[in-house]
C-alpha cells in the first residue's frame, strides 16, 4: 500500500511539474470554424509555430456556423467563417468583431459527361436552369448554343449538390441567386437550402466521387478538389458576358472591385471583366477589444505574418490570395486591434 | 485458564471480520445500484436535454412537425416525416436481407461447418462488426454504388419493373444502397447472437429429437429455433436499433433528398444523416432546434422500437414455457 502512495504521488508530482512548465511559457491560441479554409489555415499555424516555438495554435474545423456562435460564445480566440456574420448576430455579440479576409476560394462546376473531353461554357441562365431543373437534357439548345465544337447526348442531367450544410454551398447559391429572379424566389441562398433537384453528397469529396461514379452528372465543388481529381471545369459567364475558366488569378481578379472597409462583402457575380464570378473570401473574427494581452498580442503578430508571407503560401494548396489593395486595407484594420 | 483464553481470544476477531464483510457488501451493493442508476439517468438526461432544446421548434410546428414533407432552411420551414419514412424504410430493407443472411450463417456456423471453418467464419464475421462505418460507406460509393447502378438495377426494373417499387431510373444512391449497406453492417450481429443462442440449446433434447428420427432440419425447426426463439429476436432488435441510428455509412450512398417516393431507386434521406450534415452550418436557433427535434424523434422511435422488442421477447418467453409445459 505504501509503494503505491509513492507511486501515486510521484507521478502527480510528474503531471504538476509538467503542467507547470507547459503553463509557464506556451501560448495557446484557440480558433474554431469553416471547414473550407482548413488546409491553408494549419499549413500557416504549423509554419508560423517553426517561427515562433512558444506560440501553439489549435483550430477546430467545425463548419462556419459553429464558429460564429463559438467567437460569440467567447469559448474561442478566434472564429472563422466563409459567410459574413448577420448583422443581427454581430449585434448580439458582445463586442465588435472584426472580419478579417484570409485567401479567396472558387467554387467550379463540374460534370461527367462521357465522350464529351475537353470544358464546356455555361452562361448563367443555363447555370441557374440546370440546378432549378427546368434544363434537364444534356443536349437542350440553350446549353448547346455557347459550344459549338460538341455534341452533346440526349441524355437527362443528374444534378449533384452538397448535402452537408457548407461554406461551398453559401457562395454558389449566392451566386444563382443574384443571376437568377427564379432561383432567388424559390430557392434562395444559404448554406443549405431546398434544392429543387439532385444527389446529395457529403463534404467536397462526396460530391466529387458521385459525378466521378455517375454519367451525365454535373455538380459544384471547391477549385482544388476538381483539379486534384483531374474532372473538367466549366468555363462560367460572368457580369461582363464573358466566359472565364476558374484559376488563382481570375479568383484574385473577382476582388478587385470595391471592398466596403469591414470586408463583409459577397464577391460572387463580380464586375470585373476579367473576373471569375463564383468566388468568395474567406474570413476569420476577431474581437476589436483583446482582453488577454498575451494572446491578444500574438493573434495580431500572426495576422501581420499571414498577410506578408502567409500569402505565398496559399497558391499551393489552390487558395488565391487577396490582391494587393485588399491586402493594404486589411493591414490597416488589423492596426486597429486592441490590446488590453 | 488455557482453555477460556483459547475460547475467547477469536470472538472479537470473528466479529470483526463479519463487520467488514457486512461493510463490504454494502459498499459493493450501493455502489452497484449506484452505476445501474447512472444508467438510467443517462437515458433521461438525453430526453429531457432533447426537449430543452427542441422547445422552440416544438412551439413553432407543434405535432405537424412529424407529418409534414417541407424542409426549407432558408425560410426555415421544416417538417421530419420524409426523414421518418427513409430511416424506417431503409433499416426494413436491411432487416429484409440481414434477417435470413444471418440467420443463415448462423445455423451453418452452428450445425454444419467443421469446427475449425465455423471457428474462422465465426471470427470473420465478428470482423465485420468492427469495420469502422465510414469503411462501409466508402466500399458503398466505390463498389455497392457502381454495381447496383450498372447490374442490380436495370435487372430489377427489367423483370419487376411492373412494381412500383422497381421503377425509375437507375441512380446507383438511393434507398436500396443505403438498405443493402446496412444489411451487411447488421448481419455480424444477427449471426454471432444468434450461434451464441444456439449454443445454449441442451444437447439432450436435440438427442432426443434425433432418436426420434428427425432429420438435421427437423431438429432445427423443431427443437432449435423455438427454444432460441426469444434470443434470435433480441439479436434482430438489436441489429434494428444499429440499422435506425447508422449516419455515416447511410448518409454517404442514400442521396439525402427529404422526398417521399416510391420507387426504392430514388434518393432518401435519413433522421440521423441530417443531423450530422446540417448541424455544423445550423446558425439560428430555430433551425438548430429543428436538428435537435429531428433527434427527439429519432429518440423516441428508438424507445419505441426496443419497447416493442422487450414485449415481443416477453411473450416468446411465455409461449415458449407454456410449449415447453404442454
Known amino acids: 500500500m505504501k509503494t503505491l502512495i509513492k507511486i501515486l504521488g510521484i507521478f502527480a508530482l510528474g503531471l504538476h511539474l509538467s503542467a507547470g512548465f507547459a503553463g509557464a511559457e506556451d501560448v495557446l491560441i484557440n480558433g474554431a470554424g469553416a471547414t473550407f479554409p482548413y488546409p491553408i489555415y494549419s499549413k500557416w499555424f504549423d509554419e508560423y509555430h517553426k517561427l515562433k516555438p512558444d506560440l501553439k495554435f489549435n483550430y477546430q474545423s467545425i463548419g462556419s456556423g459553429g464558429g460564429i456562435r463559438q467567437i460569440m460564445a467567447q469559448t474561442v480566440d478566434f472564429g472563422a467563417s466563409d459567410s459574413p456574420m448577420k448583422d443581427t448576430d454581430m449585434e448580439s455579440a458582445p463586442g465588435f468583431l472584426f472580419h478579417i479576409p484570409t485567401v479567396?476560394?472558387?467554387?467550379?462546376?463540374?460534370?461527367?459527361?462521357?465522350?464529351?473531353?475537353?470544358?464546356?461554357?455555361?452562361?448563367?441562365?443555363?447555370?441557374?436552369?440546370?440546378?432549378?431543373?427546368?434544363?434537364?437534357?444534356w443536349n437542350d439548345p440553350e446549353i448547346q448554343k455557347d459550344n459549338p465544337g460538341i455534341s452533346f447526348p440526349d441524355q437527362p442531367i443528374i444534378v449533384v449538390h452538397r448535402s452537408d450544410g457548407s461554406g461551398t454551398s453559401s457562395i454558389f447559391t449566392d451566386f444563382l441567386a443574384k443571376v437568377s429572379l427564379s432561383w432567388s424566389t424559390k430557392v434562395g441562398r444559404g448554406t443549405s437550402v431546398a434544392w429543387p433537384t439532385g444527389l446529395g453528397g457529403k463534404g467536397n469529396e462526396g460530391v466529387v466521387g458521385l459525378i466521378k461514379l455517375t454519367p451525365y452528372s454535373i455538380g459544384?465543388?471547391?477549385?482544388?478538389?476538381?483539379?486534384?481529381?483531374?474532372?473538367p471545369i466549366a468555363d462560367i459567364q460572368n457580369k461582363a458576358g464573358k466566359f472565364i475558366t476558374p484559376s488563382l488569378g481570375s479568383v484574385t481578379a473577382a476582388a478587385q472591385g470595391k471592398i466596403p472597409s469591414d470586408f463583409r462583402v459577397s464577391i460572387t457575380n463580380c464586375d470585373a471583366a476579367a473576373g471569375y464570378p463564383i468566388s468568395g473570401f474567406t474570413w476569420l473574427l476577431v474581437y476589436e477589444k483583446q482582453k488577454n494581452a498575451v494572446k491578444g498580442k500574438a493573434l495580431v503578430g500572426f495576422l501581420h505574418w499571414m498577410l506578408k508571407d502567409g500569402?505565398?503560401?496559399?497558391?499551393?494548396?489552390?487558395?488565391?490570395?487577396?490582391?494587393?489593395?485588399?491586402?493594404?486595407?486589411?493591414?490597416?484594420?488589423?492596426?486597429?486591434?486592441?490590446?488590453q | 485458564?488455557?482453555?477460556?483464553?483459547?475460547?475467547?481470544?477469536?470472538?472479537?476477531?470473528?466479529?470483526r471480520l463479519k463487520f467488514v464483510e457486512s461493510v463490504g457488501d454494502l459498499v459493493f451493493k450501493w455502489s452497484t445500484i449506484f452505476f445501474a442508476s447512472l444508467i438510467i439517468l443517462a437515458a433521461v438526461w438525453i430526453g429531457w436535454e432533447l426537449l430543452i432544446n427542441s422547445s422552440l421548434s416544438l412551439k413553432k410546428f407543434g405535432l405537424n412537425f412529424l407529418w409534414r414533407q417541407v424542409w426549407d432552411p432558408v425560410m426555415e420551414d421544416f417538417g421530419a416525416l420524409p426523414f421518418i419514412y427513409g430511416t424506417l424504410v431503409s433499416s426494413t430493407i436491411a432487416l429484409l436481407f440481414a434477417v435470413p443472411l444471418g440467420l443463415g450463417v448462423a445455423v451453418f456456423l452452428y450445425e454444419l461447418a467443421p469446427p475449425k471453418i465455423a471457428d474462422a467464419i465465426g471470427f470473420l464475421t465478428e470482423l465485420l462488426a468492427a469495420i469502422p462505418s465510414v469503411v462501409y460507406g466508402l466500399i458503398g460509393v466505390f463498389v455497392i454504388v457502381p454495381w447496383v447502378r450498372c447490374s442490380l438495377e436495370p435487372f430489377l426494373s427489367?423483370?419487376?419493373g411492373f412494381i412500383p417499387l422497381f421503377k425509375g431510373a437507375p441512380y446507383g444512391v438511393g434507398m436500396l444502397t443505403a438498405g443493402l449497406i446496412l444489411a451487411i453492417m447488421i448481419l455480424p450481429f444477427i449471426a454471432t447472437i444468434s450461434r451464441e443462442i444456439f449454443k445454449t440449446v441442451p444437447q439432450s433434447l436435440k438427442e432426443s429429437a434425433m432418436a426420434l428420427g428427425a432429420t438435421r432440419w427437423e431438429v432445427l425447426r423443431i427443437v432449435t429455433i423455438p427454444f432460441s426463439k426469444s434470443g434470435i429476436l433480441g439479436s434482430i432488435f438489436l441489429a434494428l436499433g444499429r440499422a435506425l441510428g447508422e449516419t455515416m455509412a447511410v448518409t454517404m450512398v442514400i442521396g439525402n433528398r427529404?422526398?417521399?417516393?416510391?420507387?426504392?431507386?430514388?434518393?432518401?434521406?435519413?433522421?440521423?444523416?441530417?443531423i450530422a450534415n446540417e448541424f455544423t452550418e445550423a446558425t439560428s436557433s430555430l433551425y438548430l432546434s429543428t436538428l435537435v427535434e429531428v433527434g427527439l424523434v429519432l429518440f423516441g422511435i428508438t424507445i419505441l422500437v426496443n419497447g416493442i422488442a422487450r414485449m415481443m421477447i416477453y411473450r416468446s418467453h411465455r409461449s415458449a414455457g407454456l410449449g415447453a409445459r404442454a
Open chain 2, 158 to 160: 427489367k423483370y419487376l
Open chain 1, 311 to 339: 500569402q505565398k503560401l496559399a497558391g499551393d494548396l489552390g487558395y488565391a490570395p487577396l490582391p494587393e489593395n485588399v491586402n493594404q486595407m486589411v493591414e490597416k484594420a488589423i492596426m486597429k486591434i486592441k490590446v
Open chain 2, 1 to 15: 485458564m488455557a482453555l477460556t483464553n483459547v475460547a475467547n481470544a477469536p470472538t472479537p476477531v470473528i466479529r
Open chain 2, 258 to 274: 427529404p422526398e417521399i417516393k416510391l420507387s426504392l431507386f430514388e434518393p432518401g434521406y435519413t433522421m440521423a444523416a441530417v
Open chain 1, 220 to 231: 459544384y465543388c471547391e477549385l482544388i478538389y476538381a483539379q486534384s481529381n483531374k474532372l
Open chain 1, 104 to 137: 479567396l476560394g472558387a467554387v467550379v462546376v463540374t460534370y461527367n459527361i462521357p465522350a464529351v473531353t475537353g470544358n464546356i461554357k455555361l452562361t448563367q441562365a443555363a447555370l441557374s436552369k440546370i440546378f432549378l431543373g427546368t434544363i434537364n437534357k
